[in-house]
């Protein structure tokens, strides 16, 4: 009798202890069903030098992009040599957690080294050497993670704002077919993997119409796309996301998956003209720059919240198109937002923050995703 009594006694306890568990659901499990919740990872996080990194990740998502170690610079810093390590643990690390792997990505502008487009003596290379040279790439890099990566970026952010097709060096020595080539010799290399092209800002109108005059040309000529990527660098104050609703109908119309591949929302004030600007020459205005280094004012996040949670409303409403929503950044302190335009900024554009904790923006998330179930 004691016995039973003391054994109910516990149940009850832990009936009691798990129902007050402060334990969060993960980001993955509250959009199961609608679209894969994916993050950007880096070497930190892959090769466990940040303690909590791996098990926080494999708890909120299910799907990883690596941040920057297969960009050509990484993968293929010289002509020959190939250096896979960091990818392989990436995929390694990935799959042991069942997160689906996105390549990103194979034909790009940026980093990307100068002797790509040069031949032995530093002369321009001819369009059949590029075209030879981009083929090898490809067919190496797709070849090497064949059957484990699910979907690559084979371009990426080839389109001008005004629509144009952007004047870089692929472009220049091989001409327009250089994205045609990218997409066959990615397909030829992995005929089950998924095609994306993928670009910033083509939430905007002209720029969307050249994304979908492109994809259009691919598909015309029967050349393999499976989907196209808005990368979602966005911000407190822009884009409006009615261009972003309607971009996601537009290119839904085209048949192919439309996915969110690096979102984060800046709160920084990020002015047009420091683009590219003179690091020298930015100083002088950093601390006007960098308001939040003490923290982030309730104002602020109040209002992160609020645009977090209304753009996921209408990635939600739109979860028959989307298959993929992948933040660029584990927590605030990872993002690339902190040093990017301008480096050695507080920057917090993510639902979690440096110490792990979800913020206000994470549960207004989760609140949108029990609303539209
Ligand atoms: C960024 C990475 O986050 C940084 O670590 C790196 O220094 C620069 O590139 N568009 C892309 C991404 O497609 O690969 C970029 O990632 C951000 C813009």
Same mark, same amino acid.
């Given at each position: 009798m004691k016995n039973r009594l003391m054994t109910a006694a516990l149940i009850l306890l832990m009936v009691i202890a798990s129902s007050c568990s402060k334990e969060e659901p993960g980001l993955k499990d509250a959009f199961e069903g609608d679209f894969l919740i994916g993050t950007a990872v880096n070497a930190t996080q892959v090769f466990g030098k940040d303690e909590k990194a791996q098990a926080f990740i494999a708890k909120q998502f299910n799907s990883v992009t690596p941040e920057d170690a297969m960009k050509w610079e990484r993968i293929h810093p010289e002509p020959g040599m190939y250096e896979f390590t960091l990818a392989d643990s990436t995929v390694a690390f990935a799959r042991k957690h069942d997160m689906t792997v996105i390549g990103h990505c194979l034909v790009w502008h940026s980093q990307i080294p100068g002797w790509v487009f040069q031949d032995s003596l530093g002369n321009p290379l001819t369009r059949d050497a590029l075209l030879e040279r981009m083929k090898d790439h490809i067919s190496t890099v797709v070849g090497h993670y064949k059957g484990q990566v699910k979907g690559w970026d084979v371009v990426n952010e080839a389109v001008d704002e005004d629509g144009s097709l952007r004047k870089t060096k692929w472009l220049e020595i091989i001409g327009e077919d250089y994205i045609e080539k990218a997409f066959e010799f990615a397909h030829d290399a992995d005929p089950d993997a998924e095609l994306y092209y993928n670009d910033y800002n083509n939430e905007e109108r002209a720029k969307r119409t050249g994304v979908i005059a492109l994809v259009k040309k691919l598909q015309d000529k029967g050349i393999r796309i499976d989907g196209i990527g808005i990368q979602g660098h966005w911000h407190l104050d822009s884009p409006d996301f009615k261009v972003v609703d309607e971009s996601i109908s537009e290119y839904a119309k085209l048949g192919v998956k439309v996915m969110v591949t690096e979102m984060e929302i800046n709160v920084l004030p990020t002015p047009v003209w420091l683009y590219g600007a003179e690091i020298s020459k930015t100083a002088?205005?950093?601390?006007?720059? /960098?308001?939040?280094?003490? #923290?982030?004012?309730?104002?602020?996040? +109040?209002?992160?919240?609020?645009?977090?949670?209304? %753009?996921?409303?209408?990635?939600?409403?739109?979860?028959?198109?989307?298959?993929?929503?992948?933040?660029?950044?584990?927590? @605030? #302190?990872?993002?690339?937002? /902190? +040093?990017?335009?301008?480096?050695?900024?507080? +920057?917090?554009? %993510? %639902?979690? @923050?440096? /110490?792990?904790q979800p913020k206000p923006a994470y549960y207004a998330v989760i609140e949108q995703a029990k609303k539209m179930k």
């Open positions: 002088e205005y950093r601390d006007s720059l /960098n308001p939040y280094v003490a #923290g982030l004012p309730d104002s602020v996040q +109040n209002m992160l919240t609020d645009r977090y949670a209304e %753009l996921f409303r209408l990635l939600l409403k739109h979860k028959e198109t989307i298959s993929r929503v992948t933040f660029w950044g584990v927590h @605030d #302190g990872y993002s690339w937002k /902190n +040093n990017w335009p301008i480096p050695g900024r507080t +920057n917090y554009p %993510l %639902l979690f @923050d440096r /110490n792990y």
